[in-house]
């Protein structure tokens, strides 16, 4: 089955990653209109694109990052609408605020035991529910997740839609200072995992194929285009790696070196970055 490619389709795709238009309703005709394949497909014929993907389309809403006063936990949620005009509306962000009161009370590990949670004495579920009745527009909990930690330190942007939470293996003054610039370096830099490890196989495999793709569009012979592609993983793992990352204040050092400034064997034990609209 022929897939009909729309000039709107193509202009998307230009939008998300800056390639040209030919290219990118090349892409698409290639890959049937899936725009995540079309992505790596203009990835693969050696062309740099914009790090947005797809399923990243702009949405509104507001991002609320919580610790506990004793640092042991915290929450982050992201409440997401349609518009920008309910996302900045005082009752809009008072409900995420609400809802991010209840998590911090009652402590759920998932999104769907969060929405099982009474808020005015209805589930929370009922309540977004009841929102979107009088809003009039699409209301949902985009993403949620609880950090427990001997540290735990939140950030939210200034601009209401991206947050974090970083949790550290130790406590003390400098660590919460340390944990501060953590957590800006995590909503500037977007890693996928704190270190090599943590990324999935999926994308592991995905970066693989692309690097290997590359080469071969580059002319490199057959027998080394594994190891060009493993090379090519290397350098994504720096990018895309916490620890690997160099820190957004000082590109000298790596977060492991800063890490290991602050104190012998402080470590990251987990983090979670929600972004809404990025």
């Known amino acids: 089955m022929t897939v009909t490619i729309s000039a709107g389709d193509v202009n998307k795709l230009r939008q998300i990653t800056g390639a040209g238009m030919m290219d990118c309703k090349k892409a698409l005709t290639e890959t049937n209109g899936d725009f995540d394949a079309a992505i790596d497909y203009l990835r693969k014929k050696g062309q740099k694109v914009s790090e947005k993907r797809a399923d990243r389309e702009t949405n509104e809403g ?54 099982a949670l009474s808020l005015d004495g209805v589930s929370i579920a009922e309540k977004i529910t009841e929102q979107v009745g009088k809003i009039g527009e699409k209301i949902e909990i985009t993403d949620y997740a609880l950090i427990t930690g001997e540290t735990v330190v939140g950030y939210n942007h200034s601009n209401g839609k991206v947050g974090v939470l ?39 495999n995905r970066e693989i194929e692309i690097g290997r793709e590359q080469a071969r569009a580059e002319g490199k012979p057959e027998a080394i285009l594994e190891k060009i592609a493993m090379g090519k993983l290397e350098a994504y793992y720096k990018d895309a790696t916490l620890l690997n990352q160099k820190f957004v204040k000082d590109n000298a050092k790596t977060i492991r070196d800063v890490l290991a400034g602050v104190q012998k064997d402080l470590a990251v034990t987990a983090f979670k970055r929600i972004a809404i609209g990025a």
């Open 62 to 115: 507001v991002v609320v990052a919580v610790v506990s006063a004793d640092g042991s936990f915290g929450t982050i949620l992201g409440l997401g609408c349609e518009t920008d005009f309910v996302a900045k509306n005082e009752d809009y962000v008072n409900f995420a605020k609400s809802i991010s009161n209840v998590a911090m009370e009652n402590k759920p590990a998932t999104k769907d035991a969060l929405l």
């Open 166 to 204: 970083v949790a550290l293996n130790q406590k003390g003054d400098n660590i919460i200072a340390a944990g501060k610039d953590i957590t800006m370096q995590i909503a500037a830099m977007a890693p996928v995992g704190i270190d090599k490890d943590d990324v999935p196989e999926e994308i592991k």
